[in-house]
């Protein structure tokens, strides 16, 4: 089993910043891909960025130049720092990692964090 636990949401001024924080735990060999994604009330889950084993990053058009997605790999964690935040950046932000168990060996996993809320507001 792989747990995620997420921290950093809160309500924040446009144009402000935050941070978030996802550490996971449990039985795992190997981590390839780890991602934040966002959902907005009536809306779909979308890709937020994300980050592989290798270094590579990807991010979602409306928060290229804003939001830089960063991982340490020793810790298990992963981290999204949000600049010049915006009324629309406002949505629950979810926390995915894709990798493989050490129990069963080398079974792959995709698990999901419970979700921070970020709200952007004045």
């Known amino acids: 089993q792989v747990h995620l636990v997420e921290s950093g949401g809160g309500l924040v001024q446009p144009g402000g910043s935050l941070r978030l924080s996802c550490t996971a735990s449990g039985s795992i060999s190997a981590i390839n891909d780890m991602g934040w994604y966002r959902q907005a009330p009536g809306k779909q889950r979308d890709l937020v960025a994300s980050a592989t084993s290798g270094g590579s990053t990807n991010y979602a058009d409306s928060v290229k130049g804003r939001f830089t997605i960063s991982r340490d790999n020793a810790k298990k964690m992963v981290y999204l720092q949000m600049n010049s935040l915006k009324p629309e950046d406002t949505a629950v932000y979810y926390c995915?990692?894709?990798?493989?168990?050490?129990?069963?060996?080398?079974?792959?996993?995709?698990?999901w964090g419970q979700g921070t809320q970020v709200t952007v507001s004045s």
């Open positions: 995915n990692v894709a990798g493989y168990l050490s129990d069963p060996w080398r079974n792959p996993f995709s698990s």
